[in-house]
């Protein structure tokens, strides 16, 4: 007899789903038209099903304990991480990192540097009874910028009208390379709270033996084996991909799967030897990809874009339903009139100052404005999400004794990371996700009401993605552009992927003649033959209402409207 199973497993399965596939019905117009962050919408639809809310989702229960929720989330994140940053790597050209070593060099040294050393000043001022030893540590998980959130600034139609592609390619280098490199600021403070910390009494040693494990394990297993593990796995991977391509061993679906499963292998190999292993995956894929030939060969495939919003979606869902919400208000660290100030100057001061000090010897910044628009977008995310969880294991080994309790120093730092890092996360991909969307409407909406309050009969209106506007007629009154008319452009037209398909404009008789063919060929008499070369050789006219074409729709009424032009160029 059927009976219902709304099992843990069914009821998470269901929720995704149907949340992807919401999501996706309206994706054009949130990321396209509004400017909103797929991470932003996740995170707060992962609170919406999430125990605070629906309870559809409840990460606790699925875990069994808070170690292995802690565990599951940590390892959901190197998986992201990992892949995010082997597609980062492949998309940079050919020697990217050789060519703009000076400017990364700046980036990643001292401007990191001061980042790390500005944000642990602030969260040792405004958080009250906090060593300082502890807010390095917490300012070192904040550190890195996030190369999951700088998408948003670097893909879609805002970065390709706004952002130029010099700033873009350094944005998406830095934003790789600095997730890697905050293992050196955080176990720099973690090996200094370990030995010299004031209840490091049972640690012998002090800060020599600190210092030794901070260059020996830090810089030079963690560091220096993953940059060499990652450069020479991702040589490897190359060749062999090169040679199985040209022999033909290797399908079209592998090929482009490929990277993939180079970031899946590293992220687990450099697990089991205990290196970085997103430093390894960012350096992998740049050496993959440093003939240019892969990213070439992949430039207009839409699986790599596909997988990058699968993993958005659904890592910032995970997010908003394990995020401990209430603890922003009820913690015995820091009270809500600090924290919520300490976020803005987080975000504020953390790196802005920097980029704006020395964006003159940053080629790809090429103004004032520009230096802004870095500095301000460094989000935080997935990486400090990455270390938040990588402090707490490090924390557990603090115990000298096991099955006592923590050293008497440590036992608030597990709760003072968590509700810190936790916040800064949820204040920046609020921030930076709402900046464009309000940013677009506060320099519009003056304008608007302006016009509209100087001349309102010469108001435009608009039609969904298209502004249609009024014209005047000889006698002085203002009439609407008719909707049949073809002077109006029509918006581009975009393949999935986001190549835009070229759109061939003709007169309005070519419309008139293939309007005329169409309801020929509906009424069963002979369509209109189309001669190459002719006036009237225009494809069949495009609908307004699609947004989306794919590569077999060649017309909408059958092969009797396609192009003649592109059949023979095809042909040939």
Same mark, same amino acid.
């Given at each position: 007899m059927p009976t219902l199973a709304p099992t843990n497993f069914n009821i998470v399965v269901s929720v995704l789903g149907g949340w992807i596939s919401v999501f996706g019905l309206v994706s054009y117009l949130l990321k396209e038209n509004f400017y909103l962050s797929e991470a932003l919408i996740s995170l707060l639809a992962g609170l919406v099903f999430s125990p605070h809310a629906a309870n559809f989702?409840? +990460?606790?229960? =699925?875990?069994?304990?808070? %170690?292995?929720?802690?565990? @599951?989330?940590?390892?959901?994140?190197?998986?992201?991480?990992?892949?995010?940053?082997?597609?980062?790597?492949?998309?940079?050209?050919?020697? =990217?990192? #050789?060519?703009?070593w000076k400017p990364l060099a700046l980036l990643l040294g001292p401007i990191m540097t001061a980042m790390w050393i500005i944000t642990s000043l602030l969260v040792w001022g405004l958080v009250p009874n906090l060593p300082f030893l502890h807010a390095l540590a917490i300012g070192a998980c904040v550190t890195p910028t996030d190369p999951v959130l700088s998408n948003v600034i670097v893909k879609g139609r805002f970065a390709d009208h706004n952002v130029p592609k010099d700033l873009q390619k350094i944005i998406i280098a830095e934003s790789g390379a600095n997730d890697g490199l905050g293992y050196p600021f955080l176990f720099f403070a973690l090996y200094l709270v370990k030995y010299i910390g004031d209840g490091g009494v049972n640690e012998q040693g002090g800060a020599g033996l600190a210092m030794g494990l901070w260059f020996g394990e830090t810089w030079g297993y963690t560091i220096l084996l993953s940059v060499v593990y990652g450069?020479?796995?991702?040589?490897?991977?190359?060749?062999?991909?090169?040679?199985?391509?040209?022999?033909? /061993? &290797?399908?079209?679906?592998?090929?482009?799967?490929?990277?993939?499963? $180079?970031?899946?292998?590293? !992220?687990? !190999?450099?697990?089991?030897?205990?290196?970085?292993? @997103?430093?390894?995956?960012?350096?992998?894929?740049?050496?993959?990809?440093?003939?240019?030939w892969f990213r070439l060969e992949t430039l207009d495939d839409s699986l790599q874009p596909t997988i990058d919003m699968l993993l958005n979606v659904t890592i910032f869902m995970w997010y908003g339903a394990v995020c401990p919400w209430h603890s922003f208000i009820a913690n015995s660290i820091i009270p809500i009139y600090r924290l919520i100030p300490l976020g803005i100057l987080i975000l504020l001061f953390r790196r802005l100052p920097l980029i704006l000090a020395f964006?003159?010897?940053?080629?790809?910044?090429?103004?004032?404005?520009?230096?802004?628009?870095?500095?301000?977008?460094?989000?935080?995310?997935?990486?400090?999400?990455?270390?938040? =969880?990588?402090?707490?294991?490090?924390?557990?080994?603090?115990? *000298?004794?096991?099955?006592?309790?923590?050293?008497?120093?440590?036992?608030?730092?597990?709760?003072? &990371?968590?509700?810190? &890092?936790? /916040?800064?996360?949820?204040?920046?991909?609020?921030?930076?996700? $709402?900046?464009?969307?309000?940013?677009?409407?506060?320099?519009?909406? +003056?304008?608007?009401?302006?016009?509209?309050?100087?001349? +309102?009969?010469?108001?435009? /209106?608009?039609?969904?993605?298209?502004?249609?506007?009024?014209?005047?007629?000889?006698?002085?009154?203002?009439?609407? !552009?008719?909707?049949?008319?073809?002077?109006?452009?029509?918006? *581009?037209?975009?393949?999935?992927?986001?190549?835009?398909?070229?759109?061939?404009?003709?007169?309005?008789?070519?419309?008139?003649?293939?309007? %005329?063919?169409?309801?020929?060929?509906?009424?069963?008499? #002979?369509?209109?033959?189309?001669?190459?070369?002719?006036?009237?050789?225009?494809?069949?006219?495009?609908?307004?209402?699609?947004?989306?074409? /794919?590569?077999?729709?060649?017309?909408?009424?059958?092969?009797?409207?396609?192009?003649?032009?592109?059949?023979?160029?095809?042909?040939?």
């Open positions: 989702v409840r +990460p606790l229960e =699925y875990a069994g304990s808070e %170690e292995n929720l802690n565990a @599951i989330t940590l390892y959901f994140t190197r998986l992201v991480l990992g892949v995010q940053l082997v597609l980062a790597g492949v998309q940079l050209p050919s020697r =990217y990192l #050789k060519k703009e450069a020479v796995v991702g040589w490897i991977a190359k060749e062999l991909l090169h040679f199985c391509e040209e022999h033909k /061993f &290797v399908d079209r679906e592998s090929f482009l799967v490929f990277a993939f499963s $180079l970031a899946l292998f590293i !992220t687990g !190999t450099c697990g089991m030897i205990g290196s970085d292993d @997103i430093l390894a995956c960012f350096i992998a894929g740049n050496v993959f990809t440093w003939d240019d964006y003159k010897k940053i080629p790809q910044i090429y103004g004032f404005q520009q230096a802004v628009f870095m500095g301000f977008f460094g989000p935080i995310g997935c990486s400090a999400i990455f270390y938040l =969880y990588a402090t707490l294991e490090f924390i557990d080994t603090l115990n *000298p004794n096991q099955g006592s309790v923590a050293r008497w120093d440590v036992a608030h730092l597990k709760e003072s &990371v968590s509700v810190l &890092v936790w /916040f800064m996360v949820i204040c920046s991909v609020v921030v930076h996700g $709402l900046s464009i969307p309000l940013g677009k409407f506060g320099f519009y909406l +003056p304008r608007t009401i302006s016009r509209s309050l100087s001349s +309102p009969e010469d108001l435009s /209106f608009q039609i969904g993605a298209r502004i249609i506007p009024r014209s005047r007629s000889r006698d002085g009154t203002a009439t609407h !552009t008719s909707a049949d008319s073809r002077s109006v452009s029509v918006r *581009p037209v975009y393949k999935v992927g986001g190549s835009i398909i070229t759109e061939h404009t003709g007169t309005t008789a070519d419309a008139t003649e293939l309007v %005329e063919s169409r309801d020929n060929l509906e009424a069963g008499s #002979k369509p209109l033959e189309l001669v190459p070369g002719s006036p009237h050789s225009t494809p069949s006219p495009t609908l307004p209402s699609r947004t989306i074409r /794919f590569p077999d729709e060649a017309s909408s009424a059958g092969k009797e409207f396609q192009d003649p032009k592109r059949d023979a160029t095809t042909a040939s």
